[in-house]
Structures are given as C-alpha cells and as structure tokens.
T-cell receptor, first 112, second 118 residues
Framework: SQQGEEDPQALSIQEGENATMNCSYK?????LQWYRQNSGRGLVHLIL?????REKHSGRLRVTLDTSKKSSSLLITASRAADTASYFC????????????FGQGTILTVHP | GAVVSQHPSWVICKSGTSVKIECRSL??????MFWYRQFPKQSLMLMAT?????????EQGVEKDKFLINHASLTLSTLTVTSAHPEDSSFYIC??????????????FGEGSRLTVL
C-alpha cells in the first residue's frame, strides 16, 4: 500500500512556540485523521477532517486539508513539553472505515 | 472514550515458537478490528482486517499462514505469530471500530504489543 509523506521528519521547538506538520497523500480519500503516539505506546486520535472540509479546530489543534494538492497540515499552537511525541496522519480508504494508510510521521520535541 | 486492551504488552520468545496477542474492546462491541505492524521509528503498516465470525482479510504481502487472525467474538480478536523468527520482532497494534447507532463509528487503538524474537 502507498504511504503518505510527512514533513518535517523531526521538529524541535521551544515551549510556547507553534508546531506545524505537513502530510501528503497519493490516492483519493474519504477523510484524513491525525494521531499522536508517545514512544512505545499506542495511538491517540487527535482529529478527523472529512474530504469535503477545508479546516477544522480542536483546542490548540488546527488541521487543514487541500484535496487538490492532496495535502494536510496540523498546527499545534502554544506548544507544551507534554506535546512531545510522534504525530501521524492517516488517510481513510474507500468505504471501509478504519482501514487507514499512515504517513511516515513527524517526531516533535518540545523543549521546556 | 472507549478502551481497547492488548495483551501481552510485551513478549520475548525463542525462534520457532508461536506467540498469541489478544485485542479486546472493553466497553463496546467491535465487528471489525484491524491489525497493524510498526518497526522502530517507522510508520504503521496495516496487516489485516479482522471480521467477527468470518475470515480475516490480509493486505498484500502479509502471509496469512504466518499471522493467524481469529475474531471469535464481538470483543476479542487474536493475532498468532506462528513459528516466529527474529525478523518478526516488531510492535503490533490493533484497532477496533465500535458499532454506532448512526454513522461510521469511531476507531480506537490498543496500546500495542512489542514482540522480540531471539
């Protein structure tokens, strides 16, 4: 299966700064989701944006989706040390909800 | 939110042995569960879709005889790595979809199971 590309692969910032991660995908999607993974742990769902939506907010998170460019971005505002984790985008395929294609991930480090 | 539990969270075994990993939805019923594999510092790769009461659907390149999946009830799916070898060492993560009254249902992930084959 094709994997999405994420950039940057690693991002290091100071607490209070904003963090922006980008994701590109290759096939048509029904939705795009962002997940967080702490080292060695499972995934935590952050936000889902549907293919007919362009922007979505949830707390300090802002996600955009550009289906013409097959890309999405995740913005974390006012970052905290606790935001340190790997972040993955995942695109939903076809009609099988839950069958996800994951991007390569961005490792975010927020320094206190 | 709903909870998906995986057991064991980590396991070390010798080459040639078989290892079973359980994925349970603790407070909801899941007709469909998904098994992913993740190598260190890499992304998740979907291995198979597990459907309650029927055979699992495997992704291209995944050996069904190597990775046996059983979904015998609405709350339990198991992944058995048969005759494990060191290259099977990985982090295995399951996810489960609840059965909603309306809509597509939400997807929940387990905490993962780390397999190390010596």
């Amino acid at each position: 299966s094709q994997q999405g590309e994420e950039d940057p692969q690693a991002l290091s910032i100071q607490e209070g700064e904003n963090a922006t991660m980008n994701c590109s995908y290759k096939t048509s999607i029904n939705n795009l989701q962002w997940y967080r993974q702490n080292s060695g742990r499972g995934l935590v769902h952050l936000i889902l944006i549907r293919s007919n939506e362009r922007e979505k907010h949830s707390g300090r998170l802002r996600v955009t989706l550009d289906t013409s460019k097959k890309s999405s971005s995740l913005l974390i505002t006012a970052s905290r040390a606790a935001d340190t984790a790997s972040y993955f985008c995942a695109s939903g395929r076809g009609t099988s909800y839950g069958k996800l294609t994951f991007g390569q991930g961005t490792i975010l480090t927020v320094h206190p | 939110g709903a909870v998906v539990s995986q057991h064991p969270s980590w396991v070390i075994c010798k080459s040639g042995t078989s290892v079973k990993i359980e994925c349970r939805s603790l407070d909801f019923q899941a007709t469909t569960m998904f098994w992913y594999r993740q190598f260190p510092k890499q992304s998740l790769m979907l291995m198979a879709t597990s459907n309650e009461g029927s055979k699992a659907t495997y992704e291209q390149g995944v050996e069904k005889d190597k990775f046996l999946i059983n979904h015998a009830s609405l709350t339990l799916s198991t992944l058995t790595v048969t005759s494990a070898h060191p290259e099977d060492s990985s982090f295995y993560i399951c996810s489960a979809r609840d059965i909603p009254v309306q809509g597509a249902g939400e997807l929940f992930f387990g905490e993962g199971s780390r397999l190390t084959v010596l």
